[in-house]
């Protein structure tokens, strides 16, 4: 299916709109939504579709990573998080603070420059085409070249596995 | 084979890119509960991704730094998102709030 989309067909950019706009779309709802277990949701199908556009750049790796770890465990995390604490559509609280308009006018200001550098610039570059075994790359590098990221990724993992429990540790009564 | 017309620029990830941490910052700025905030952070750390991996596919493809990146950011934001519900569920049991805007005890 992948190649088919490489070949070039109408499928590939079809399948690029329908994933921005799936990432980008349910991205505004995030922000907008009330209920802060719609939010959730909707972030949910923004990082789904940013899967397919990992997919569409021939990173099928990060793509089954992307739906493994933010999908599945990020996610369960969240939904964990906002069950145990209060406020879910309540109607009557406020779910955006006093720095609306400013947080509005930097995040639209940071959009509109970024934007006219991308347009300043010639990004005219072509693929690459038949990359072969992108995988199997990926794993020579992560456990040759990057062997010490790799093992630091670990070491950051267990540490911060330990100090979360820590933290959310009650204390024992005296 | 030559890439025929029909495959998306790389500008056109990089806007998609740019949208997802704009939209992310609002996030981080305006919402009030530290929950949603944290969902901004993940969408920005997501852009960036995004923007690590269109690189490394319309650079050449041949070195895989774009990847590795893009795997050690989706790992440390694994780590930072378990870290940070935490801190929230400690500050809920302390404050009985998440909302960023009314745990300032440090504010002047």
């Known amino acids: ?174 | 084979m030559t890439p025929t017309p029909a495959i998306p620029p790389l500008e056109a990830y990089l806007i998609v890119s740019v949208l997802l941490f704009a939209i992310g910052l609002t996030a981080v700025l305006v919402r009030r509960n530290a929950i949603a905030v944290l969902m901004g952070v993940e969408l920005m750390l997501n852009a960036a991704n995004l923007n690590f991996v269109a690189f490394w596919r319309y650079g050449g493809a041949q070195r895989m730094e774009g990847q590795v990146f893009a795997l050690v950011i989706i790992t440390l934001a694994a780590a930072e998102a378990a870290l940070a519900l935490a801190i929230i569920l400690s500050v809920y049991r302390r404050f009985r709030t998440v909302n960023v805007d009314q745990v300032d005890l440090m504010k002047g």
């Open chain 1, 1 to 174: 299916m992948i190649e088919a989309l490489h070949s070039g067909s109408f499928w590939y950019p079809l399948a690029f709109i329908i994933f921005a706009l799936g990432a980008v779309v349910p991205a505004v709802l995030v922000v907008a939504s009330r209920n802060i277990i719609h939010s959730a949701l909707w972030l949910l199908a923004s990082l789904a579709s940013i899967a397919g556009l990992y997919l569409l750049l021939n990173a099928e790796l990060l793509a089954a990573l992307q739906i493994l770890v933010y999908c599945g465990g990020i996610m369960l995390l969240f939904l964990f998080a906002i069950m145990l604490t209060p406020g879910v559509g309540d109607p009557d609280v406020r779910v955006h603070n006093q720095g609306l308009f400013w947080g509005l006018l930097a995040a639209l200001a940071l959009a509109a420059v970024s934007l006219h550098l991308l347009r300043e610039e010639d990004w005219s570059v072509v693929p690459a085409a038949n990359l072969r075994d992108v995988t199997g790359r990926l794993a020579d590098a992560l456990v040759g070249q990057y062997a010490l990221a790799f093992e630091a990724a670990s070491v950051i993992l267990l540490v911060a596995m330990i100090g979360a429990i820590v933290i959310v540790r009650t204390e024992p009564r005296e």
